[in-house]
């Protein structure tokens, strides 16, 4: 019995060694390189961890240095408690800026309805008198005779044409209300067949 115990022992220690050696690995650096990071510890040596670290409640003695932003449900200073900031009061208003530059003109509206016809105003003052015109011609009495061709050309209404027989013009035309008669003449002048030419008022 008491070997079986002696050889149960050697066997443990024997289990136990393998397994030391086997788990064993050597340092990757000459010392004091390549130590495992000092864990979390209660000394007054500041530490400085790379990974997150969460923890149920956390109190400081001294002040706290945040290098990113801080989230929380709530902001409390003492008792009194907020879930987010209040406004600030709205602060005065600025100086007007300078007047911009005035725009390009629109273009023009279209033309609009034509207004009511204004009242019609009052009759001016009459004018002058103007100046008397030319006397005109005498309303001649039926059955008076005129009209002439004078040597210089001219026509004497109410004759309105001459034609020359032989040297002598003579009334060819009368004036509307008029009538060219031939009239024997004894004064020597001769149209070549004794008849002289007038106009007779119808």
Same mark, same amino acid.
């Given at each position: ?20 050696? /086997? ?22 040596? $500041? ?6 670290? /969460? ?10 240095? /945040? ?13 009194? #408690? ?59 009495? $039926? ?18 044409? #001459? ?10 035309? #009368?004036? $509307? ?26």
């Amino acid at each position: 019995m008491f070997n079986y115990i002696k050889i149960l022992v050697l066997a443990l220690a024997l289990s136990l060694g393998a397994t030391l050696v /086997f788990a064993w690995t050597g340092p990757t650096a000459t010392a004091p390189n390549g130590n495992t990071p000092t864990p979390i510890n209660v000394s007054a040596t $500041s530490q400085i961890k790379s990974g997150g670290l /969460f923890v149920g409640s956390l109190g400081v003695d001294g002040g706290g240095l /945040f290098g990113g932003s801080v989230t929380a449900p709530q902001f409390c200073l003492g008792s009194s #408690c907020i879930t987010s900031w209040q406004s600030g009061p709205t602060g005065p208003q600025g100086p007007a800026g300078p007047t911009g530059a005035t725009g390009a003109a629109g273009a023009t509206g279209a033309t609009g309805p034509q207004g009511a016809t204004g009242a019609t105003g009052s009759t001016g003052s009459t004018g002058a008198t103007g100046p008397q015109g030319p006397a005109g011609p005498l309303e001649a009495v $039926s059955g008076t005779s005129g009209g002439a061709c004078p040597d210089d050309g001219s026509v004497w209404w109410p004759a309105t044409d #001459c034609t020359y027989y032989g040297t002598t013009r003579w009334i060819s035309a #009368c004036a $509307s209300g008029w009538t060219l008669v031939r009239i024997p003449t004894w004064i020597g002048i001769f149209n070549g067949n004794g008849l002289f030419y007038n106009c007779i008022k119808n």
